[in-house]
């Protein structure tokens, strides 16, 4: 994606910030600790932090938590629902916080929309030695017959390259800090996988779907036909058809660790 197409696809976002809260999922509790589990102290950073979903669950989990988020829509939002917790405007590439001031950055299905040219260092500006940057990415688990068939029903607008666990491993393979001659290093990057499950219905699930930047970009028509396509796949599932189903996830993370 070349840099004007991703950032109207993050952009997108801000105009949905209310459904966005409404139907987007959290992040399995075990992929939050695997990320964190090298850190040195409690201090993380939620980076691209939209309108809190990775946030509330750091703050529950007892971490020292600061928001950042370059969308005053999803700001808001954030601000509204966590009004304990420190949530700032800036970006990835813009961090407002002093050098070694974090043991942890965190971006839940955020760092592809970095630009990891400039993010990077300014990432390993705000980390304090032995800290870690991680990236935590919710994608449906297609191992389940009718979550792939979901999958090929939705189309890459709805259920795109980084939302699966296998093409996820294959897409973000390289999502971690370039290699510079900046003193700054990164051991080598891991990759994680978790159980998770979102309570759904039919229609939250496509509410759900919906909130995706490639549908939120879509022509109205367009995006209303591939709505209606999916709706009529999930009345057809007898998983889907009758009320409340779990959706079935997988937490995928990428951590790298600053030397």
Known sequence: MDSDLR???????GAAANAYAAHRPDYAHEAIRWALEPAPGPRVLDLGAGTGKLT???????????????????????????????????????????????DAV????????????????????????????????????????????????????????????????????????????????????????????????ADSLVATLGTRAGMLVMPDEEREATLARIRRYLATRPETSAGEFTLPMVTCVLRVRRL
């Not at 950032?7 to 976002?13: D, E, K, M, T």
């Not at 938590?65 to 590439?93: F, K, N, Y």
């Open 106 to 201: 965190l971006a839940g299905n955020a760092m592809h929309w970095f630009d990891m040219a400039v993010a990077g260092p300014e990432i390993a500006r705000v980390l304090a030695p032995g800290g870690v940057l991680a990236g935590l990415w919710n994608t449906v688990d297609d191992s389940v017959d009718w979550v792939a068939g979901l999958a090929r029903v939705s189309g890459p607008a709805a259920i795109g390259p980084r939302d699966t666990p296998a093409s996820w491993r294959t897409e973000t393979a390289t999502l971690h800090l370039p290699t510079t001659d900046a003193p700054v290093r990164f051991r080598s990057p891991e990759q994680a996988g978790f159980q998770h499950g979102q309570r759904r219905t």
């Open 7 to 13: 950032h109207r696809h993050a952009a997108s976002f």
């Open 56 to 102: 509330a669950t750091l703050a529950a989990m007892g971490t020292d938590v600061t928001a950042v988020e370059p969308d005053q829509a999803m700001l808001a939002e954030l601000r509204r629902s966590l009004p304990e917790v420190a949530a700032l405007s800036g970006s990835a590439e813009s961090i407002p916080l002093p050098d070694a001031s974090v």
